[in-house]
């Protein structure tokens, strides 16, 4: 009988105090973990390995973990979760701008953190089409099977946490969708951090999108309950 492929874990940290451990938690749940020193090293093996997750520090010897992610995110759509001994809100936010799928501050449980890569894993994984079709409201069109949006015709670039929270809202046009059933949908049931991701990453949405965030015209705000998608009999003449 064969046996399933364990998830291959990409790990781009210099410090062995923190690898060496880690990595032995990791295959004790299951993963395959593979450790990069450097972020030249990390983004070559990216290239020749393709792994499941990358598990990235952000103060690399060599490189700037920003740009690390950023050149990952260039090369493929692989899932990203930070690992930073900053955790400020503008922190949080260029992680999740640049592609990031989540953030993990230090220092951290390695519990947590396992628990944060099967979420992440198990969001990827929920493949196939929705049956939604094409979604259009004024110039903006959302493609949710082909995972493809066009604001007056050109392409936008969302990143993966973008594109779900869109579509979320997408399968319901003009419906209100309260922000715990946002947070099930796109981050997952288990979700270990704050609700105000929620926030960060509709702010960076509507942005994408030209949508006004003190006057959206496109995504919505119901104070205290959650956030709706407009119809095109709201704003199409």
């Known amino acids: 009988m064969a046996t399933a492929r364990r998830p291959r874990i990409l790990f781009v940290e210099d410090e062995q105090a923190i690898t060496d451990p880690f990595s032995k938690a990791l295959e004790r749940a299951g993963f395959e973990p593979v450790t990069a020193r450097s972020g030249r090293e990390g983004l070559a093996l990216a290239e020749r390995l393709e792994p499941d997750l990358v598990l990235l520090d952000l103060n690399l010897p060599d490189m700037d973990g920003r740009d690390v992610c950023r050149e990952l995110r260039r090369q493929s759509n692989t899932p990203i979760v930070m690992l930073t001994a900053r955790g400020t809100e503008t922190d949080r936010i260029i992680g999740l701008e640049l592609g990031a799928d989540d953030y993990v501050v230090k220092p951290f449980s390695g519990a947590e953190v396992i628990a944060r890569i099967r979420a992440v894993l198990r969001r990827v994984g929920r493949e196939g089409g929705d049956g939604v079709g094409v979604v259009s409201v004024a110039g903006l069109e959302i493609d949710v099977d082909a995972r493809r949006v066009l604001l007056d015709g050109d392409e936008v670039q969302l990143t993966r946490k973008q594109f779900d929270l869109l579509a979320a809202l997408a399968r319901r046009p003009g419906r209100v969708v309260s922000r715990a059933d946002l947070m099930a949908e796109v981050w997952d049931e288990n979700w270990f951090g704050s609700t105000k991701t929620l926030d960060v990453h509709v702010g960076l949405l509507r942005?994408?999108?030209?949508?006004?965030?003190?006057?959206?015209?496109?995504?919505?705000?119901?104070?205290?309950?959650?956030?709706?998608?407009?119809?095109?009999?709201?704003?199409?003449?």
């Open 207 to 237: 942005r994408k999108l030209g949508d006004d965030p003190a006057a959206p015209r496109l995504v919505h705000t119901v104070r205290g309950v959650g956030f709706r998608l407009a119809t095109p009999e709201e704003l199409d003449p």
